[in-house]
């Protein structure tokens, strides 16, 4: 593992940006979707089947897994890549966002923030140092710097003095993080929906110096309206030869319309987790399989999709397993999702490259204008 961490910008299309980023465990093709393995597994799937839906990376949530099973006991198993079987790349997020949204009894100092494990009630303490260990020993290959991240909406006040502990838990990142050649570590810039303290945030980031920038504090609660609105402006400020990740973000007209702004990299649970809930994204929009129109259509979920649910099974049968609960049906409509999310990105990427995103995007808005298909 000699080989450095590194980005590769191939192509640009108006702000959009197509490339790669090199990692001792393999490229991740931007603009990149990394599927969420919460508690070391991406749920429903085996890590064969993510990589066959076209995932370069997962990430792993740093809180779950500091909790249960312990970071320490997943190193003594050889890190989380040989404990989840998954050889490729992994970011792991740092752990404060999910502190603040899942833990009880949560004190955010200076220092950090203590609080309560939402499964058993026992004490802990994350701090940007803590963080670094955890992720360190985790053996992931991006790893987040230990931020606070403010609702929206929030006033200035709030949003500076957030900012401000962000920017300094950033630079204690830095430290504690040292040199790990082949290891990746990644500023996130805060300031919510703020102009001049995204400024201000991107350029104490840009003076620590990181790997890769994440623009975070979006995709809590503002609603795709403002978050474009800050990405209009937020990803410019960021340097133009390290990847830019999105944090938790997010649908698919989201993740369009953030790769037009600049954005190469996303994360989100949302196509595994409706997968469990009965949802499927096609081309033509959501596609509930719960309701009684599919009950007796022979057709494929989506026509032309690769995907084992689709080259395998109908509408009907889809059906069928979801109404009686039937294991398979969370494992085949998450294995669509996932495909569907990886075929988008890989459409973008096409698109970039050949100086078409613009054509792509109105493709994109027409088909899920359409609807789904008629009912048979
Ligand atoms: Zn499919």
Redesign the pocket.
Known sequence: MTQRFSYQLQSTDGQARQGIVHTPRGDIRTPAFMPVGTAATVKAMMPSSVRETGADILLGNTYHLMLRPTAERIASLGGLHRFMNWDGPILTDSGGFQVMSLAELRKLTEEGVSFRSHIDGSRHMLTPERSMEIQRLLGSDIVMCFDECPALPADRARLESSMQLSMRWAQRSRDAFGDRPGHALFGIQQGGDDEELRGQSAEALRAIEFDGYAVGGLAVGEGQEIMFRVLDYAPAMLPTDKPRYLMGVGKPDDLVGAVKRGIDMFDCVLPSRSGRTGQAFTARGVVNIKNARHQDDPR???EG???P??SGYSRAYLHHVFRAKEIISSMLLTW?NL??YQRLMADMRAAIAEQKFAEFEAKFHAGRAQGDVEPV
């Open positions: 494929p979920l989506e999709c690769p995907c649910a689709c669509h495909t569907y």
